[in-house]
């Protein structure tokens, strides 16, 4: 039997084959294999990006870059596609972007934006510790958040409970406050008065707020007192603050939702509201929020410095969105990068926004009050000289006796307590009794005259002797002058 030849079988006839050369076989098959590759990749490339119709190119733009995509000088901080930021520009939140930081997802009243948030994160590159951040637009409620619950020290943002606090406990505007020695041991250059004079509650306030006085602060707090201080603050829902000497903590929330409702009107009335807010606005520490702003922008806000710690929170009016912000670096070990660092914070929020379509619906600066602006500063009372109780004249013993020679005036004086005017010496030819001894004198009246009465005195005359002194003793002088020394004539 033959053998079976190949591709036979029974009953099915012989395929009829084509014979190749092997190298056109293989072209072939390489061709086809680049062919189905290519059908994968625009395949997945369209599920990916479909009706990209925006961004035909499919080119990456900066985030909020506000520049085309193909411009190639546009700063590539962090990248997002065209279609984010058409998104971002209706107020729908945005994908995700690339952070160094873990922004918060959620946050009570703050619907987040994650472009905002990269924007924010680039602008903090640099800035060591513990951060705090909690950024809002109080028109469209769009913000971001970082580490907003977390309770770091206040430094001076804990003048701002205090403000609240007297607006709610009704102190009068005139109410003189007595300065204290305690309230200005607290005093860190920026009180000019002293102990024992006063301000008004509208004095201590301006100063509190406008130039951060501690003593002015002290004094207020005291005033209205720390339990008032605290209950105040916790009936607001501010769970993370606190005024103790022990305790001086807020965080970027809890300071974020009281600029919220002093911006609304809602802090206290609307009348006290627009009270503090111009306070604010009269800020004169402006290092770190409106430093990379345009003049014309308004920005009511409160500072905060200690040793590591560098804060600043406030309302920035805008042409097109009024934004909340509350920036806390506590732990930094470079305070001058931490005040750059919040014033780049403050300046991305408002460019961001600034991009954005305006909201008609959004707080404005409320109307001044009526009150009038107190000075700062004011020239400090002299000081009130202590009484000084004039010397007494002590009394003295008995007045001198005056005896008189031919040839001089010769004066004895007797035992005195202190010096007193000597008496003028009577002319060479009266002298007087010698030997005769003088009467005790009174308490009061004057000592009682010699036998020969002397000239009476040209010079003050000697107060009386004191009671308990005696007197003493006249000097006996001779009766007759020498015989050597002529006798003056009469």
């Known amino acids: ?38 059908v994968i990749a625009a395949a997945i490339i369209w599920i990916a990006n479909p009706f990209s119709a925006s961004n035909p190119s499919g080119r990456l733009v900066p985030a909020g870059s506000g520049q085309s995509a193909g411009d190639p000088s546009a700063p590539f901080a962090s990248l997002q596609t065209a279609s984010e930021e058409s998104s971002a520009a209706i107020g729908a939140t945005p994908m995700a972007a690339t952070t160094s930081r873990h922004w918060e997802a959620s946050a009570d009243g703050i619907v987040p934006d994650a472009t905002l948030a990269s924007r924010l994160d680039h602008a903090l590159l640099g800035v060591d510790g513990q951060i705090g951040v909690a950024v809002k637009d109080l ?89 008032r201080v605290n209950s105040s603050i916790a009936a607001l829902g501010m769970s993370t603050t606190h005024y103790s000497l022990t305790r001086m903590t807020t965080s970027s929330l809890d300071i974020l939702h009281l600029l919220d409702l002093l911006a609304r009107g809602r802090a206290v009335s609307p009348a006290a509201s627009a009270d503090m807010l111009h306070l604010l606005l009269r800020q004169r520490v402006n290092d770190r929020l409106p430093r990379l702003l345009p003049d014309a922008i308004r920005v009511a806000h409160k500072t905060g410095n200690l040793p590591g710690t560098v804060n600043d929170v406030g309302i920035v009016y805008g042409p097109s969105a009024t934004l909340a912000i509350a920036v806390l670096v506590s732990d930094t070990t470079d305070e001058a990068a931490a005040a750059t660092g919040i014033a780049r914070v403050a300046q991305a929020a408002f460019a961001y926004f600034d991009e954005q379509p305006a909201v008609a619906d959004r707080p404005r600066i409320p109307a001044a009050p009526i009150r009038a602006v107190p000075p700062v500063w004011r020239e400090p009372r002299p000081p009130t000289p202590t009484p000084i109780p004039s010397p007494s004249v002590e009394p003295t013993s008995a007045a001198p006796v005056v005896a008189t020679s031919p040839t001089a005036a010769t004066v004895v004086p007797a035992a005195t307590l202190q010096p007193t005017a000597a008496v003028k010496a009577a002319p060479p030819t009266a002298v007087p009794t010698v030997g005769a001894q003088p009467a005790r004198a009174a308490p009061t009246p004057p000592p009682a005259a010699p036998t020969a009465k002397p000239p009476a005195p040209t010079a003050t005359p000697v107060p009386p002797p004191a009671p308990t002194t005696p007197p003493a003793q006249p000097t006996r002088l001779p009766t007759r002058p020498p015989a050597a020394t002529p006798r003056p004539s009469r």
Not at 10 to 25: E, L, M, N, P, Q
């Open 1 to 38: 039997m033959a053998p079976r030849r190949p591709y036979a079988s029974r009953g099915v006839s012989r395929r009829a084959t084509i014979r190749r050369s092997g190298g056109a076989a293989s072209t072939a098959g390489v061709a086809a294999l680049g062919v189905v590759f290519a």
């Open 139 to 227: 028109g469209s409620g769009r913000g971001a958040v970082l580490n907003g619950d977390l309770e770091l020290p206040a430094a001076s943002l804990y003048k701002l409970p205090v403000l609240y606090a007297v607006f709610d406990a009704g102190l009068r505007m005139a109410e003189e406050l007595p300065i204290t020695d305690d309230a200005l041991s607290y005093d860190a250059g920026t009180m000019e008065l002293g102990a024992g004079e006063a301000l008004s509650v509208a004095e201590a306030l301006e100063r509190m707020i406008t130039i951060s006085d501690n003593t002015s602060a002290v004094m207020l707090g005291g005033r209205v007192g720390p339990s």
